[in-house]
């Protein structure tokens, strides 16, 4: 009995010594593989220019956009965020909701459906006449908006990224 215990531990360090030894990386190195994806994991990014705003009587502005890309599974379980840019210049992108403390005080938001994307221009005027619609507040003739469609595998695999800055998503998922 002695005896098959030593050959039993003889060839667990002999079967030891062999596996952690005989593999090196001696070859030569095998050919690149084929280019990857672009890294945009199926995001979908629209630009829009509002030149125009529809209204609601004494209440708000608001204009929809239409993006195919936002679909069921999408507003279920990924992500849409809408940038809005003033500026004439180049664009800085500012996440929605916004808003813009001046009297009376004024919401840029939005709401998202399967297919599109309404803008909304809110105002608390505490009864006061309409206001001004948004180009007229921030003095330029158009606004320009960013829409994101991040589908729900890709929000999944970015935990980390502040959904509520361009620059990060646009670094995370490669984007131009």
């Known amino acids: 009995m002695k005896t098959n215990t030593i050959k039993t531990i003889?060839?667990?360090?002999?079967?030891?010594?062999?596996?952690?030894?005989?593999?090196?990386?001696?070859?030569?190195v095998g050919p690149q593989g084929p280019a990857g994806k672009n890294g945009a994991a199926n995001i979908t990014v629209q630009d829009f220019t509002v030149t125009?705003?529809?209204?609601?009587?004494?209440?708000?502005?608001?204009?929809?956009?239409?993006?195919?890309?936002?679909?069921?599974?999408?507003?279920?379980?990924?992500?849409?965020?809408?940038f809005m840019s003033w500026n004439s210049g180049t664009p800085i992108w500012t996440a929605l909701p916004y808003t813009f403390n001046n009297t009376p005080v004024y919401i840029m938001n939005y709401n998202t459906q399967t297919g599109f994307v309404v803008l909304q221009w809110v105002y608390n005027n505490s009864g006061g006449p309409l206001a001004n619609d948004p180009n007229t507040e921030f003095r330029v003739t158009s606004l320009q908006f960013k829409v994101v469609i991040i589908p729900p595998a890709a929000r999944l695999a970015h935990p980390n990224v502040n959904f509520h800055n361009f620059n990060e998503i646009k670094e995370a998922f490669k984007l131009k």
Do not use: E, R
Not at 10 to 28: N, R
Not at 52 to 65: C, H, K, M
């Open 10 to 28: 003889v060839t667990g360090i002999v079967a030891g010594m062999l596996l952690f030894t005989s593999c090196g990386k001696d070859g030569p």
């Open 52 to 82: 125009t705003w529809s209204s609601i009587p004494n209440f708000d502005y608001y204009a929809d956009l239409t993006i195919p890309a936002l679909t069921q599974a999408v507003q279920d379980n990924g992500t849409v965020q809408v």
